[in-house]
């Protein structure tokens, strides 16, 4: 793994937001959701496609705090244009799971 200066994470732009609907992406090639979160008022409201089904139901997702990078271009999935990523770590099985702050912070918060 190749080094990064200080200076490169800090271009990397990894706010918390609240998803706020969760929709199911039947044209995606793996299971995926269509999530709309909300990052506050700087950022406003992005849409994400995430592979999330094998450990979330969208009952679960919708109102929970998440981390995204929010300044990578847009992405297009299939008929759905993803505009952040969220994050995670794969578990045992290699599926997603979520980053998320252990406390709510306010929306659009930017992570250091």
């Given at each position: 793994?190749?080094?990064?200066?200080?200076d490169?994470?800090?271009?990397?732009?990894?706010r918390?937001?609240?998803?706020i609907?969760v929709?199911d992406?039947?044209?995606?090639r793996?299971p995926?959701?269509?999530?709309r979160i909300?990052?506050?008022?700087?950022?406003g409201?992005?849409?994400s496609s995430?592979?999330?089904?094998?450990?979330?139901?969208?009952?679960?997702?919708?109102?929970?705090?998440?981390?995204?990078v929010?300044?990578f271009p847009?992405?297009?999935i299939?008929?759905?244009m993803?505009?952040?990523?969220?994050l995670?770590?794969?578990?045992?099985?290699?599926?997603?799971?979520?980053?998320?702050p252990?406390?709510?912070?306010?929306?659009?918060?930017?992570l250091?």
């Amino acid at each position: 793994m190749s080094e990064i200066a200080f200076d490169d994470f800090l271009r990397v732009d990894v706010r918390a937001g609240t998803i706020i609907t969760v929709e199911d992406f039947p044209e995606a090639r793996k299971p995926a959701y269509k999530l709309r979160i909300d990052f506050g008022p700087e950022v406003g409201e992005r849409k994400s496609s995430a592979q999330l089904t094998a450990n979330y139901d969208k009952e679960a997702l919708t109102g929970r705090q998440v981390a995204a990078v929010v300044n990578f271009p847009p992405r297009q999935i299939g008929p759905f244009m993803s505009e952040v990523l969220v994050l995670g770590f794969p578990d045992e099985n290699g599926e997603v799971t979520l980053i998320v702050p252990d406390k709510t912070v306010p929306n659009g918060g930017r992570l250091y």
